[in-house]
């Protein structure tokens, strides 16, 4: 499976190109589909796109903090701190102990935050590997990457549902169009539903059984000291005090305080008087970004680590405008409409949520941002379902699980922890995709299985 691995690796690094340019080829697509399969003009198609893609910038930049905020909080000294102590906990002489942590700090951070659990995941594993020298480090690695395959999607961070949460979202209120969702959908129908999270209890222990296997008795991969030295992170520098006037008020910790409980007061107010409801993606941003201040302490340190974390939220700055224009031609054209008839061609109402399923797995291997093409494919998933008298919350699980299964084997997230430990994803593909393999089965009979009015 390892070879296999390898060779996939190899075929995707010469055939795919950056994730940008494969949104511009969806673009064309689209344009195409909007002006031979929905019969729109091209000037009408052309200026769908235009009125979508200033659309979302809020959303954007959402997104773009919960980034951020994530990359801060895990850069500060007593998370850092933290790591290392908690890599020390596995007997080295059981290699497979560490395997199982890793494996479930991953599936933990993933649940909190996906940033979070790439950023986390990445810093973890040198320590483990320096920790424990007779563990696999491609299984390691495998390991530490299984809560972004897994669980993050159904979790604190899933995009899909908390968009569906937020106020003025653009499903609920499209810049044209008709809205496609009638409500908004709190997270104690999505996040917290009961099925979600047997859902995830049942995915999460069938990921850490499979991990567990593909350890090998004998011949493990490990590195010599001098490998694992040149990996190890470095923690972070104390910000340096100054005599100045300005430079004590860079390190008076009290602006970083009253940030924090600004945010945190704001936060159990809405919780104390919403409930459930109130857990959409500014009430998680505000969470972590307290969380980040109180963290850091310092004002400058908090800067500086949000500032590193702004290079990992590159992607979202950039590429948000241009999906934004793809998801104005599916709503501003009778495109999203034309789709999803297609959709009704294949799929029966019992039948839909598995056909999903497979075509979001399908469609992340080229887009791997599950808000953005949650926008894209929402216009036309959405009118689908409801005519097959599927709801919007089965439509939504079968979506987001699907968004999950392949990033096992998407070298695009998988690129922070492959910097860090000096591996090429084909290192470790041939393990990934035996247990995205493995989730794929289990979560087609949970499709299969699933009501379809949830």
Request: with cysteine; aromatic share 10%; hydrophobic share 55%.
């Amino acid at each position: 499976m390892a070879g296999v691995g390898a060779g996939l690796a190899r075929w995707t690094e010469r055939f795919i190109p950056d994730s940008w340019v494969i949104c511009m080829g969806i673009t064309v697509v689209a344009l195409v589909l909007a002006v031979l399969g929905a019969r729109a003009t091209p000037a009408e198609a052309a200026l769908a796109w235009g009125s979508g893609i200033w659309s979302l910038h809020t959303l954007a930049m959402q997104f773009t903090i919960a980034m951020v905020a994530a990359h801060a909080c895990v850069a500060s000294p007593h998370v850092f701190a933290a790591l290392d102590r908690l890599a020390g906990l596995p007997d080295p002489a059981r290699p497979r102990q560490a395997v199982a942590l890793a494996a479930l700090v991953s599936l933990a951070t993933a649940y909190l935050n996906w940033a979070l659990g790439l950023v986390a995941c990445a810093l973890f594993v040198p320590f483990l590997i320096r920790r424990n020298p007779r563990a696999d480090v491609r299984v390691l690695i495998a390991a530490s990457y299984v809560g972004l395959g897994t669980v993050w999607h159904g979790g604190l961070s899933g995009s899909a549902p908390l968009i569906l949460a937020t106020p003025g979202n653009p499903l609920l209120a499209p810049a044209t169009g008709s809205p496609l969702v009638s409500r908004l959908i709190p997270v104690d129908e999505t996040l917290f539903a009961g099925f979600n999270l047997a859902y995830l209890a049942v995915i999460s222990l069938v990921a850490v059984a499979v991990v567990l296997v593909l350890h090998p008795r004998t011949g493990a991969v490990t590195l010599s000291e001098d490998q694992v030295a040149a990996i190890l992170p470095r923690p972070p520098e104390p910000v340096p005090g100054s005599p100045t006037p300005a430079g004590r008020l860079d390190g008076f910790r009290g602006f970083t305080w009253l940030a924090a409980a600004l945010l945190l007061f704001s936060l159990g107010h809405r919780f104390v008087t919403q409930g459930f409801a109130a857990w959409n993606i500014d009430a998680y941003n505000s969470a972590f970004l307290a969380a980040a201040l109180l963290l850091h302490g310092s004002p400058l340190g908090f800067l500086r680590a949000c500032r590193a974390g702004l290079d990992g939220a590159f992607g979202i700055v950039l590429q948000f405008p241009f999906y934004a224009g793809i998801f104005g031609l599916m709503t501003g054209t009778g495109l999203g409409r034309w789709i999803g008839d297609g959709f009704l061609l294949v799929a029966t109402r019992d039948t839909f949520p598995l056909v999903v399923y497979a075509y979001s797995a399908l469609m992340n291997l080229f887009v791997p941002s599950g808000g953005s093409k949650w926008l894209i494919e929402a216009p036309f998933l959405i009118p689908a379902a409801e005519k097959l008298g599927v709801s919007v919350t089965s439509t939504l699980f079968a979506y987001s699980y699907g968004d999950s299964t392949t990033n096992l084997i998407q070298p695009f997230f998988a690129i922070p922890i492959l910097a860090v430990t000096r591996l090429r994803f084909g290192d470790i593909m041939g393990y990934t995709l035996v247990i995205s393999g493995a989730c794929f089965i289990v979560t087609a009979i949970a499709m299969w299985l699933m009501p379809s009015q949830l």
